[in-house]
């Protein structure tokens, strides 16, 4: 009992924050003020509509942006990374709302926190890193496409239309724009992008996001522009911790929609957390970690009446973008709503929706790297299909499937290219172990072939296949020392090419099996059957002398004209090489 308290208890002080986490803090603290100042003012809009999105209200998402940023920059495994309600997370939380109601919601997100704890005790972060760049760079370019679009309804000045997918509602956007115009929205917008994207070549030190919106609400005000439509009324405090809504009836039947929470929060944050990683020098966040601190944000959020929360990709570029280096910008983020929403609601409440499409616009813009698409591009064939299929993906369907079916894909293809590497060689045998006469005989009526590689199920059949063209031989050697690996699959169909081969009267004998392939060869009987009348030897040399016996003691130079072996038909050992 001591040794695993003890355990567990490393891993815990392992998870929780360290001096470097303080020392990075106090390194530029201008720029992550800079920076934390921004977020927040990308930030607030993006919490209240993720709010009233997921059926909670505009004070859920205020608050899960408060309570679970500021958490989440405390405990989490990134520097960069800046946490609350995200788009991807309101699709999964709308139809919870819908059978179990807003106490489900709450329910849920702290089930899903306490399940993130789990996977960060158990060291289950480490796993990301087993995804391959395609997908990360196509997940990025994907999420970049979709905050461009999401914000296509503010910047062309039209109400939101109804529609969970990105590209129906922006069509229907664009329809509406077509019929009522709005040209000082659209100019707004793209006045605010063009100011961000210009003044970070001309001077990146300074915050033009800030300086671009104050500059639009001002001339918003000023002019009387009742086109450039506002945030409006924002809720004022945060509501009092409690645990009213926790209904331990209710529990079993939310535990399938709070794995899938759980699943989403977890490979959202860590993705958003390798793609922050991405676009920066230098910074490598915790994988473990971030799935801690986003376990005590989710559990935290909902006792404020707050929505489960994830890492947010935008905001987290917006954070990156704007010259952050610490933790200390997210949390600056999470201080500065709060402060908005007790004291400074009517001054942003005047901010314009189309100033904020246009930042939204510009961060989008920023977080394509050409440089690396292009790489990635011209690597090879199977990364660029990868890539462009997340990114696809990501933008038709939704972040989870993307990364599933990038990661499938990713899958199929490695396998295709390990399965390539097993190779079934017709080998010489060697004349120095044997005489004149012994090689003539041997050279007539055995054949060696050497494996190479895997044997498993992408490469078991085609192993099979080329196995099967053997012809007017009466001893086949299989060399197996080189075989690196072998599943179920391969040894099912190595059994099967032993007993095709003995019906044609051939004889199988096997060298080098090594010690850990020969359960699963047992397993399914291969092993027994390569054992009968002793065919299976530690090395060539003795399989070759065995062979010789067995056919002197057949008679067969008696009984075969020379020169007849053909062990593979022309365009079978084309094939091999």
Known sequence: MRTSSGRV?????????????????????????????????????????????????????LATAVIAGALAAVFGGSNLQVSGPTGAMTVVLVP????????????????????????????????????????????????????????????????????DRVLVVTWRALQEFAQHPNWTAVAFALAVAAVMLIGARLRPTIPFSIVAVIAATLVAQVAGL???????????????????????????????????????AALESLLSASVADGMTVGQKHDPDRE???????????????????????????????TGAGSRLAALVHAAVLAVIVFAAAPFVSKIPLAALAGVLLATAIRMVEVGSLRVMARATRSDALILVLTAVATLALDLVYAVI????????????AVAMQARLDQVPLDRGDHSAEEHALLAEHIVA?????????????????????????????????????????GALVLKDAVEKLHRRGIVVMTSGIRAGQRQVLDSVGALELLRLEGREYATTPEAIQGARTHLERAGVMHALPAQTSRPLSEETEETVG
């Open 96 to 163: 919870i709302v819908a059978e179990h109601g807003p106490s489900g919601v709450l329910t849920v997100g702290l089930m899903a926190g306490l399940m993130l704890l789990a996977l960060a005790l158990i060291r289950a972060g480490k796993y990301m890193q087993y995804v391959p760049a395609p997908v990360v760079e196509g997940f990025t370019l994907g999420i970049a496409c979709v905050i461009a679009l999401q914000q296509i309804p503010s910047a062309l000045g039209v109400p939101k239309p109804e529609g």
């Open 9 to 61: 208890g490393a891993r815990l002080t392992a998870l929780l924050p360290r001096r470097s986490d303080l020392a990075q803090m106090r390194r530029d603290p201008r720029r992550d003020l800079l920076a934390g100042l921004t977020v927040a003012i990308v930030a607030l809009p993006l919490a209240l509509g993720f709010g009233v999105s997921s059926g909670l209200g505009a004070e859920a998402g």
């Open 291 to 321: 799935l801690f601190g986003q376990g005590l944000a989710n559990i935290a959020a909902p006792l404020f009446g707050g929505v489960p929360a994830t890492g947010a990709i935008a905001r987290t570029a917006v954070n990156v973008r």
């Open 226 to 264: 009742d086109a450039a439509q506002p945030i409006g009324d924002l809720p004022s405090g945060l509501p009092t911790p409690t645990l009213s809504f926790l209904d331990p009836g209710a529990l079993g039947s939310l535990l399938a929609p709070a794995v899938a929470v759980a699943a989403l």
């Open 449 to 489: 072939y050497r494996i190479d590689g895997p044997l498993f199920f992408a490469a078991a059949h085609r192993f099979l296949l080329e196995l099967a063209e053997v012809a007017d031989v009466r001893v086949v050697i299989l060399r197996m020392s080189r075989v690196t690996t072998i599943d179920a699959t």
């Open 405 to 416: 079916i990038g990661l499938v894909v990713a899958g199929a293809l490695a396998l295709r």
